[in-house]
Protein backbone atom coordinates (compact mmCIF):
# COMPACT_ATOMS: atom_id res chain seq x y z
CA UNK A 1 0.00 0.00 0.00
CA UNK A 2 2.98 2.38 0.31
CA UNK A 3 4.48 1.56 -2.47
CA UNK A 4 1.25 2.58 -4.36
CA UNK A 5 0.78 5.65 -2.64
CA UNK A 6 4.89 6.87 -3.59
CA UNK A 7 4.20 5.63 -6.38
CA UNK A 8 0.84 8.11 -7.11
CA UNK A 9 2.84 10.86 -5.27
CA UNK A 10 5.71 10.42 -7.84
CA UNK A 11 3.42 10.62 -10.99
CA UNK A 12 1.32 13.34 -9.35
CA UNK A 13 4.42 15.61 -8.84
CA UNK A 14 5.93 14.50 -11.97
CA UNK A 15 2.81 15.75 -13.92
CA UNK A 16 2.64 19.26 -11.84
CA UNK A 17 6.89 19.50 -12.88
CA UNK A 18 5.32 18.90 -16.80
CA UNK A 19 2.36 21.40 -16.31
CA UNK A 20 4.49 24.38 -14.58
CA UNK A 21 7.15 23.43 -17.40
CA UNK A 22 4.38 24.08 -20.42
CA UNK A 23 2.72 26.77 -18.08
CA UNK A 24 6.12 28.74 -17.69
CA UNK A 25 7.22 27.86 -21.39
CA UNK A 26 3.46 29.70 -23.26
CA UNK A 27 3.93 32.31 -20.59
CA UNK A 28 7.17 33.45 -22.18
CA UNK A 29 6.11 32.72 -25.46
CA UNK A 30 2.84 34.43 -25.36
CA UNK A 31 5.05 37.28 -24.08
CA UNK A 32 7.36 37.43 -26.99
CA UNK A 33 4.46 37.15 -29.55
CA UNK A 34 2.57 40.04 -27.57
CA UNK A 35 5.89 42.71 -27.85
CA UNK A 36 6.58 41.62 -31.50
CA UNK A 37 2.85 42.70 -31.75
CA UNK A 38 3.33 45.37 -29.71
CA UNK A 39 6.30 46.86 -32.03
CA UNK A 40 5.02 46.16 -35.13
CA UNK A 41 1.92 48.33 -33.89
CA UNK A 42 4.43 51.03 -32.39
CA UNK A 43 6.52 50.49 -36.72
CA UNK A 44 3.08 51.31 -37.94
CA UNK A 45 1.22 53.62 -36.46
CA UNK A 46 4.94 55.88 -36.53
CA UNK A 47 4.73 55.34 -40.00
CA UNK A 48 1.39 56.35 -40.14
CA UNK A 49 2.12 59.67 -38.50
CA UNK A 50 4.97 60.59 -40.37
CA UNK A 51 3.01 60.31 -43.51
CA UNK A 52 0.06 63.01 -42.28
CA UNK A 53 2.87 65.18 -41.13
CA UNK A 54 5.11 65.03 -43.71
CA UNK A 55 1.98 65.70 -46.22
CA UNK A 56 0.61 68.59 -44.38
CA UNK A 57 -2.58 66.98 -45.20
CA UNK A 58 -4.25 66.35 -41.76
CA UNK A 59 -5.51 69.47 -39.95
CA UNK A 60 -5.77 67.87 -36.52
CA UNK A 61 -3.04 66.73 -33.97
CA UNK A 62 -2.10 63.22 -35.54
CA UNK A 63 0.86 62.91 -33.05
CA UNK A 64 -1.82 62.67 -30.44
CA UNK A 65 -4.35 61.05 -32.42
CA UNK A 66 -2.36 58.31 -33.79
CA UNK A 67 -1.06 57.17 -30.60
CA UNK A 68 -4.42 56.65 -28.69
CA UNK A 69 -5.35 54.28 -31.49
CA UNK A 70 -2.53 52.45 -31.20
CA UNK A 71 -3.03 52.27 -27.59
CA UNK A 72 -6.32 50.56 -28.70
CA UNK A 73 -5.01 48.57 -30.56
CA UNK A 74 -2.42 47.14 -28.66
CA UNK A 75 -5.41 46.63 -25.80
CA UNK A 76 -6.65 44.20 -28.22
CA UNK A 77 -3.94 42.10 -28.77
CA UNK A 78 -3.04 41.93 -25.27
CA UNK A 79 -6.35 41.01 -24.24
CA UNK A 80 -7.26 38.17 -27.26
CA UNK A 81 -3.63 36.48 -26.60
CA UNK A 82 -4.03 36.04 -22.76
CA UNK A 83 -7.48 35.44 -23.36
CA UNK A 84 -6.78 32.87 -25.75
CA UNK A 85 -3.96 31.69 -23.63
CA UNK A 86 -5.76 30.47 -20.15
CA UNK A 87 -8.79 30.10 -22.45
CA UNK A 88 -6.16 26.40 -23.54
CA UNK A 89 -5.16 26.15 -19.94
CA UNK A 90 -8.75 25.17 -18.58
CA UNK A 91 -9.35 28.27 -17.33
CA UNK A 92 -12.91 29.26 -17.82
CA UNK A 93 -13.41 32.91 -19.10
CA UNK A 94 -17.14 33.21 -18.42
CA UNK A 95 -16.41 34.91 -14.75
CA UNK A 96 -13.51 37.42 -17.08
CA UNK A 97 -15.73 38.08 -19.75
CA UNK A 98 -18.69 39.03 -17.28
CA UNK A 99 -16.41 41.04 -15.35
CA UNK A 100 -15.63 43.39 -18.02
CA UNK A 101 -19.07 43.58 -19.05
CA UNK A 102 -20.05 45.21 -16.29
CA UNK A 103 -16.56 46.80 -15.86
CA UNK A 104 -17.52 48.27 -19.43
CA UNK A 105 -20.65 49.05 -18.80
CA UNK A 106 -19.92 51.48 -15.66
CA UNK A 107 -16.93 52.36 -17.88
CA UNK A 108 -18.87 53.32 -21.05
CA UNK A 109 -21.39 55.72 -18.96
CA UNK A 110 -18.99 57.19 -17.17
CA UNK A 111 -16.53 57.84 -19.99
CA UNK A 112 -19.40 58.41 -23.25
CA UNK A 113 -18.76 62.06 -23.42
CA UNK A 114 -15.11 61.49 -24.12
CA UNK A 115 -15.79 58.48 -26.46
CA UNK A 116 -17.71 60.21 -28.10
CA UNK A 117 -15.35 63.48 -28.56
CA UNK A 118 -12.41 60.81 -29.52
CA UNK A 119 -14.98 59.76 -32.44
CA UNK A 120 -15.96 62.96 -33.38
CA UNK A 121 -11.78 64.19 -33.77
CA UNK A 122 -11.86 61.11 -36.07
CA UNK A 123 -14.49 62.37 -37.94
CA UNK A 124 -13.38 66.31 -38.47
CA UNK A 125 -9.69 63.94 -39.52
CA UNK A 126 -11.34 62.20 -42.04
CA UNK A 127 -13.06 65.64 -43.19
CA UNK A 128 -10.04 67.74 -43.04
CA UNK A 129 -12.26 70.48 -41.46
CA UNK A 130 -9.86 73.02 -40.48
CA UNK A 131 -6.43 73.58 -38.75
CA UNK A 132 -4.94 75.36 -36.12
CA UNK A 133 -5.19 79.26 -37.06
CA UNK A 134 -7.59 78.92 -39.12
CA UNK A 135 -11.06 81.36 -38.67
CA UNK A 136 -14.24 79.62 -38.51
CA UNK A 137 -17.39 80.19 -37.65
CA UNK A 138 -18.99 77.32 -36.06
CA UNK A 139 -22.69 77.71 -35.19
CA UNK A 140 -22.83 81.17 -32.75
CA UNK A 141 -19.17 80.98 -32.41
CA UNK A 142 -16.85 82.51 -34.35
CA UNK A 143 -12.98 82.83 -33.71
CA UNK A 144 -9.19 81.93 -34.88
CA UNK A 145 -8.69 78.13 -33.68
CA UNK A 146 -6.13 78.01 -31.23
CA UNK A 147 -5.63 74.71 -30.08
CA UNK A 148 -7.01 71.09 -31.34
CA UNK A 149 -6.60 67.99 -28.80
CA UNK A 150 -8.18 64.67 -29.21
CA UNK A 151 -10.95 65.53 -27.11
CA UNK A 152 -11.87 69.15 -27.56
CA UNK A 153 -11.17 72.64 -30.23
CA UNK A 154 -10.05 75.44 -28.60
CA UNK A 155 -11.23 78.67 -30.05
CA UNK A 156 -10.73 82.58 -29.26
CA UNK A 157 -13.85 84.54 -29.78
CA UNK A 158 -14.06 87.86 -31.08
CA UNK A 159 -14.38 89.13 -27.68
CA UNK A 160 -10.93 87.25 -26.91
CA UNK A 161 -12.14 84.69 -25.05
CA UNK A 162 -11.11 80.79 -25.10
CA UNK A 163 -13.77 78.70 -26.04
CA UNK A 164 -13.40 74.91 -25.56
CA UNK A 165 -15.30 73.36 -27.97
CA UNK A 166 -15.66 69.16 -27.74
CA UNK A 167 -15.09 67.16 -30.83
CA UNK A 168 -18.13 65.45 -30.92
CA UNK A 169 -20.37 68.61 -30.85
CA UNK A 170 -17.99 69.99 -33.68
CA UNK A 171 -18.34 67.14 -35.72
CA UNK A 172 -22.46 67.47 -35.45
CA UNK A 173 -22.09 71.46 -36.34
CA UNK A 174 -22.44 73.48 -39.29
CA UNK A 175 -18.82 74.93 -40.20
CA UNK A 176 -17.41 77.27 -42.55
CA UNK A 177 -13.87 77.52 -42.32
CA UNK A 178 -13.21 81.73 -43.50
CA UNK A 179 -10.18 81.20 -44.27
CA UNK A 180 -10.18 79.21 -47.17
CA UNK A 181 -12.38 81.64 -48.53
CA UNK A 182 -10.46 83.52 -51.66
CA UNK A 183 -12.02 86.65 -50.97
CA UNK A 184 -14.28 88.12 -48.64
CA UNK A 185 -17.69 89.86 -49.09
CA UNK A 186 -18.37 94.17 -48.50
CA UNK A 187 -22.57 94.37 -48.37
CA UNK A 188 -23.44 98.09 -47.23
CA UNK A 189 -26.75 100.16 -47.22
CA UNK A 190 -26.16 103.79 -47.44
CA UNK A 191 -29.40 105.84 -46.76
CA UNK A 192 -29.70 109.41 -47.99
CA UNK A 193 -32.45 111.65 -46.81
CA UNK A 194 -35.87 111.70 -48.76
CA UNK A 195 -35.20 115.62 -49.93
CA UNK A 196 -31.96 114.66 -51.37
CA UNK A 197 -32.29 115.94 -55.07
CA UNK A 198 -32.12 113.19 -58.58
CA UNK A 199 -28.69 114.59 -59.55
CA UNK A 200 -27.15 114.18 -55.90
CA UNK A 201 -28.53 110.86 -55.79
CA UNK A 202 -27.28 110.06 -58.74
CA UNK A 203 -23.60 111.70 -57.88
CA UNK A 204 -23.95 110.09 -55.04
CA UNK A 205 -24.13 106.41 -57.09
CA UNK A 206 -20.83 107.72 -58.52
CA UNK A 207 -18.93 108.15 -55.42
CA UNK A 208 -19.93 104.86 -54.30
CA UNK A 209 -18.52 103.56 -57.28
CA UNK A 210 -15.50 105.88 -57.82
CA UNK A 211 -14.11 105.14 -54.37
CA UNK A 212 -14.60 101.12 -55.19
CA UNK A 213 -12.34 101.39 -58.54
CA UNK A 214 -9.88 103.37 -56.28
CA UNK A 215 -9.52 100.96 -53.34
CA UNK A 216 -6.94 98.51 -54.72
CA UNK A 217 -7.98 96.08 -52.44
CA UNK A 218 -11.39 95.50 -53.87
CA UNK A 219 -12.07 93.52 -57.02
CA UNK A 220 -14.14 95.53 -59.54
CA UNK A 221 -16.84 93.41 -60.43
CA UNK A 222 -19.10 94.87 -58.03
CA UNK A 223 -22.82 96.41 -58.24
CA UNK A 224 -24.26 99.58 -57.21
CA UNK A 225 -28.03 100.32 -57.14
CA UNK A 226 -31.11 101.88 -55.66
CA UNK A 227 -32.07 98.77 -53.11
CA UNK A 228 -35.55 100.46 -51.37
CA UNK A 229 -37.63 103.33 -50.04
CA UNK A 230 -37.55 102.90 -46.46
CA UNK A 231 -39.30 104.54 -43.96
CA UNK A 232 -37.00 107.45 -43.27
CA UNK A 233 -34.25 107.51 -46.30
CA UNK A 234 -33.71 106.32 -49.35
CA UNK A 235 -31.14 103.14 -49.56
CA UNK A 236 -28.24 102.84 -51.92
CA UNK A 237 -27.15 99.27 -51.99
CA UNK A 238 -22.96 98.20 -52.47
CA UNK A 239 -22.09 94.83 -52.66
CA UNK A 240 -18.60 93.75 -53.48
CA UNK A 241 -15.54 91.84 -52.82
CA UNK A 242 -11.86 92.43 -50.74
CA UNK A 243 -9.27 91.05 -52.02
CA UNK A 244 -8.76 88.94 -48.76
CA UNK A 245 -9.52 86.66 -46.79
CA UNK A 246 -7.87 87.57 -43.23
CA UNK A 247 -10.97 88.99 -41.06
CA UNK A 248 -8.18 91.74 -39.64
CA UNK A 249 -7.36 92.80 -43.22
CA UNK A 250 -11.09 92.46 -44.40
CA UNK A 251 -12.22 95.11 -41.83
CA UNK A 252 -9.78 97.60 -42.12
CA UNK A 253 -10.11 97.26 -46.40
CA UNK A 254 -13.83 97.66 -45.34
CA UNK A 255 -13.70 100.73 -43.32
CA UNK A 256 -10.90 102.36 -45.69
CA UNK A 257 -13.62 102.25 -47.96
CA UNK A 258 -17.04 103.34 -46.13
CA UNK A 259 -14.56 106.63 -44.84
CA UNK A 260 -14.14 107.64 -48.47
CA UNK A 261 -17.57 107.29 -49.46
CA UNK A 262 -18.59 109.28 -46.39
CA UNK A 263 -15.77 111.90 -46.60
CA UNK A 264 -16.80 112.75 -50.17
CA UNK A 265 -20.66 112.94 -49.26
CA UNK A 266 -19.99 115.75 -46.66
CA UNK A 267 -18.09 117.16 -49.03
CA UNK A 268 -20.87 117.14 -51.95
CA UNK A 269 -23.44 117.85 -49.61
CA UNK A 270 -25.29 114.69 -50.10
CA UNK A 271 -26.59 114.34 -46.08
CA UNK A 272 -27.24 110.83 -44.97
CA UNK A 273 -30.22 109.83 -42.88
CA UNK A 274 -31.76 108.88 -39.99
CA UNK A 275 -34.61 107.46 -38.24
CA UNK A 276 -37.13 110.11 -37.90
CA UNK A 277 -41.00 111.26 -38.01
CA UNK A 278 -42.92 113.64 -39.46
CA UNK A 279 -46.16 114.94 -37.53
CA UNK A 280 -48.43 116.56 -39.49
CA UNK A 281 -51.20 119.02 -37.52
CA UNK A 282 -54.54 120.04 -38.73
CA UNK A 283 -55.73 123.72 -38.51
CA UNK A 284 -58.19 123.58 -35.80
CA UNK A 285 -60.99 126.07 -37.35
CA UNK A 286 -62.50 126.96 -34.08
Same mark, same amino acid.
Given at each position: !? ?10 ? %? ?6 ? =? ?7 ? &????? $? ?5 ? %? ?20 ? /?????? +? ?11 ? @?????? /? ?10 ? +? ?5 ? #??? @?????? #??? *? ?28 ? =? ?20 ? &??? $?? &? ?7 ? =? ?17 ? !? ?10 ? %? ?8 ? /?????? #? ?5 ? +? ?13 ? #? @???? %? ?11 ? @? ?7 ? *???? &?
Amino acid at each position: !MLDELLAFADKF %DKILTAFK =INLIAGTII &NLVII $IVLFKLT %DIFTNKLKEKFIKSGESPLPVE /HIIPAI +GKVVKFLIAFIII @ASFLQS /HGYSLTSLIAGF +GITGLAV #SFA @AQQTIS #SIF *GTIALLGDKVYKIGDYVKINDLEGTVEAIS =IRSTKIRNLENFVVTVPNDMVA &NSI $IS &NVSWAKKRR =IDVIFGVTYDTSDEKLKRA !MEIINESAVANH %DIYHDFSTFM /HELDSS #SINIRFI +GYAKTKSYDTFVKIK #S @AFLF %DVTSRFRKEGIEF @AFPSQTVYM *GKNE &N
